[in-house]
């Protein structure tokens, strides 16, 4: 478990809307009962401020500014579990470097695993799945790999909230329409715990047609370091709309509340709105705000109101080989933003990003 900083640590395995998922999934790969599926992903990052860190502030994962960078390249295997099943992915790049920034494993030793879990589904208990192992978060509604997002670079409420855990979750569709799951996990972002105490999660998918669905996450326990006193109580909701083929929005809305603090309790609370749109076989545009509360400077370090808005072109060259060049600008009420050689000292940030991502298999 760990105190929350810039690098935040998230993803969701649900919350995307089907149908751009849907166009983002090549063929099957796979050797006998194994799938394969793999990406490589760069990206060069234009920052108006001219930081002299070369870093883009708040950002999950093009952090480097002013030149080109490898972000990621993953290769995975897995099995549908039939009864049982596994998932193993190998990552490289800088991208893992953040993702495993803060787990006290040590980046060393967990940044080449972004996810392994055994998984085993019983035939005669109505869909019930067990994982066990590391896995990434249920909250949230941007996932980690690009080829399966709207935008090139993740908005701060994938920054800061949980990237992945590492215990167990059950899963159990109680009807075609609605689903309900379990997680039993170590805490945010940690292979090795830091504490004694476990943190459970509570997710629900109601999923009653194509053009709706909506996600609720809630996860509890102590996070700070050798000790169980005070809890971490996170809540994250998404709703996804589908009205046709071409057209989805998103709405993910976020609460996080740290008791036993240095100063006190500490809260912070999210909004975040998306949409994209498929403007011809080959071309998508897609368009994110965002409105992040840090209260208590509790996750950027300074008690800050945020905003961010970012829009997104994509080109498909063909079936999986993709590029998106990407307009951001962030702000704040207070000077956070490094300019020139001068650290926080800017209220702004804007970006201008062009990433290619190439990638083969289903979807991870």
């Keep these: 478990m760990k105190t929350p900083t810039f690098l935040r640590v998230a993803t969701a395995a649900l919350c995307l809307a ?23 992903d760069g990206y060069y990052s234009f920052n108006a401020n001219h930081p002299a860190s070369r870093n883009n502030n708040l950002r999950n994962f093009e952090v480097k500014a002013n030149q080109f960078s490898l972000n990621m390249a993953k290769i995975t295997l897995d099995h549908d579990p039939d009864p049982v099943g596994f998932k193993l992915d190998l990552g ?3 991208a893992w470097e953040i993702f495993h920034a803060t787990d006290p494993a040590g980046t060393d030793v967990v940044r080449y695993i972004p996810q392994a879990y055994v998984s085993f589904k019983p035939k005669d208990m109505g869909g019930l799945q067990i994982d066990f192992g590391k ?3 249920s909250a949230g509604a941007e996932l980690t790999e690009n ?9 701060f409420l ?8 590492f215990g167990t979750r059950i899963t159990k569709p109680l009807n075609d329409k609605f689903a309900v799951g379990l997680q039993i996990v170590n805490g945010w972002n940690n292979v090795e715990d830091n504490n004694s105490g476990k943190t459970f999660g509570f997710t629900t998918a109601f999923t009653p047609n194509k053009k709706f669905a909506w996600y609720n996450n809630y996860y509890t326990g102590p996070e700070k370091n050798d000790t169980n006193k005070g809890k971490r109580n996170f809540y994250d909701t998404v709703v996804n709309l589908n009205p046709n083929d071409k057209t989805s929005f998103y709405v993910n809305f976020d609460y996080g509340h740290e008791s036993k603090v240095a100063n006190g309790d500490a809260s912070w609370v999210a909004l975040g709105v998306s949409g994209r749109f498929q403007t011809t ?22 008690t800050q109101m945020l905003n961010s ?3 997104t072109g994509e080109y498909k060259w063909q079936h999986g080989l993709l590029a998106r060049l990407e ?7 207070k000077p956070y933003f490094d300019r020139g050689n001068t650290l926080a000292s800017w209220k702004n940030q804007d970006t201008v990003t062009l990433g290619i991502v190439a990638y083969f298999g289903p979807k991870p």
């Design 309 to 311: 808005f970012t829009l």
């Design 327 to 333: 307009y951001r600008r962030d702000w704040s009420d």
């Design 92 to 94: 490289f790049g800088r």
């Design 147 to 155: 080829n399966l997002t709207w935008s090139y670079g993740r908005g």
């Design 135 to 137: 896995f990434y978060t």
């Design 18 to 40: 089907g149908a751009a998922m849907a166009q983002s999934n090549p063929p099957v790969w796979s050797a006998g009962p194994i799938n394969f599926s793999g990406l490589i």
């Design 158 to 165: 994938y920054t800061n909230g949980p990237y992945y855990h």
């Design 281 to 302: 076989e080959k071309t998508a545009v897609a368009v994110r705000y965002e409105n992040y509360n840090d209260r208590d400077g509790f996750i950027t370090g300074q």
